[in-house]
């Protein structure tokens, strides 16, 4: 058991805490005891009732409790198109399908999207997610009412004008407005995040990663995605993408990559060497067949590895439990071994790699002094029983669905049915009038 001195508000107690911590302790008839925003204590049930008497308690029962998933990689707003273009090549998809509904955007459409999104994933169970999109300031709103946790950033092409701006400029000085606008925001962080080497050019993506250091952001960038990227980038760059990212300086410790699929030995230990971060997305990955990233190669080097939904267009949901199964059981045919890429491993992805990927070091584990970002899972449901292995349950058998609990920065955003921080009825209702805008 481990805790810190301070005042207990709230004690949450339930038949299993997992923590995710070094150890991967597994507690039995656990609780946590929180204070603030912050997780003050870890530990048996019993103990801390006994230490905490005066606490608000709030006993979950034959639930599991567990590090809140971070969804590493997303397109919050793109819920506006969830099912509308389907069973098509990247390119077509993107070119012929999605590129010409985004023109037709508006503010208040990003906001809906990203609201609806965040609600899925608050109810299956997200408390954290690194988004890119256009008009990112509506995604700043959604996640400042919605009570996520985020990483944000307004993605950049080298086509202008652009939805977001008339001319690189604008780009530039609309991320430095939202530098100022949300910095020093309990839950909310900036990146700077160029849209992909294909879309680019060089000299954009050293100017971003200028714009970076300047605002004191992050970085990220989808990368390596498809085998046809890599053929692009050789023929316009004389490099594969990997690589030509490392010639411009873009490889650096508080670099993120998404998706990372058409990547060598060489190029991983690039990444390893510049202590980068990748995520895997093989929902979308396998439904856009862009192909299988090599995670059983990235997870024997030190780079950080996290797991996300990618855009509920490409996806079609922003379930991160889904994601787990889907991480695990796409490794272990691809590689013929029923043993690449364990539930543990999928379990880490989604957490601890969540937090690597996102830069943010006080969330992936239940542990004194983390924030209190945790779930609850109801293991009452047919398809949890019998529990032998609760990190085999959770991986392979739920659903997203047995959440009961999400908190995040120590406040309740859904609790068994209801959800806290938004009107769901209402969310609903306005996202049902907003299919005109595909038909327009």
Not at 21 to 42: H, K, Y
Not at 328 to 353: C, E, I, Y
Not at 405 to 415: A, F, M
Request: charged fraction near 20%; hydrophobic fraction near 40%; charge should be negative.
């Amino acid at each position: 058991m481990h805790f810190m001195e301070n005042k207990c508000d709230t004690l949450y107690t339930a038949d299993y805490v997992v923590t995710q911590n070094e150890g991967r302790d597994i507690i039995r008839g656990g609780a946590v005891a929180i204070s603030g925003n912050s997780i003050l204590c870890v530990g048996h049930a019993d103990m801390l009732e006994i230490l905490y008497p005066d606490a608000r308690r709030v006993n979950m029962g034959a639930s599991v409790i567990m590090p809140g998933l971070i969804n590493a990689h997303t397109h919050v707003s793109m819920s506006l198109l969830r099912g509308y273009s389907d069973d098509k090549a990247l390119m077509d998809w993107l070119t012929k399908d999605i590129f010409p509904q985004e023109a037709k955007l508006t503010p208040e459409l990003v906001e809906l999207g990203a609201r609806f999104s965040m609600a899925e994933m608050i109810r299956t169970g997200t408390t954290a997610c690194y988004d890119m999109y256009m008009l990112e300031d509506s995604v700043f709103r959604a996640a400042d009412a919605m009570g996520m946790r985020a990483v944000l950033g307004e993605s950049v092409t080298q086509f202008f004008p652009s939805l977001s701006a008339q001319d690189k400029a604008g780009y530039m000085a609309r991320v430095r407005r939202y530098a100022e606008e949300w910095k020093n925001h309990p839950r909310i962080r900036m990146s700077v995040l160029p849209h992909a080497p294909y879309t680019t050019t060089p000299e954009l993506l050293q100017e971003c990663r200028a714009l970076a250091d300047e605002t004191g952001a992050i970085f990220g960038m989808h990368l390596a995605e498809t085998a046809n990227e890599t053929e692009t980038c050789l023929q316009r760059f004389g490099k594969r993408p990997i690589a030509y990212c490392e010639s411009l300086g873009l490889l650096q410790p508080d670099s993120t990559f998404f998706h990372v699929v058409h990547a060598n030995e060489e190029e991983l230990d690039m990444l390893a060497e510049n202590r980068c971060a990748v995520v895997h997305n093989p929902a979308s990955n396998m439904k856009l067949a862009s192909g299988v990233a090599p995670i059983p190669a990235i997870a024997t080097r030190n780079i950080g590895l996290g797991l996300g939904t990618d855009g509920p267009a490409s996806n079609n949901a922003q379930n991160m439990l889904r994601e787990m199964y889907l991480a695990s059981l796409l490794h272990k045919v691809h590689n013929l071994s029923p043993t690449a890429s364990p539930a543990q491993l999928a379990l880490d992805m989604a957490t601890r790699g969540g937090s690597d990927a996102l830069h943010e070091p006080l969330i992936g584990t239940l542990e004194p002094g983390m924030r209190a970002d945790f779930i609850a899972l109801d293991l009452t449901t047919p398809n949890m029983q019998p529990v032998h292995n609760i990190v085999s349950n959770i991986v392979y058998a739920a659903t997203g669905l047995e959440n009961r609990l999400t908190v995040v920065d120590g406040k309740e955003l859904y609790h068994d049915g209801e959800f806290l921080t938004c009107d769901y009825a209402a969310l609903c209702a306005e996202m049902k009038q907003a299919r005109s805008w595909v038909k327009a």
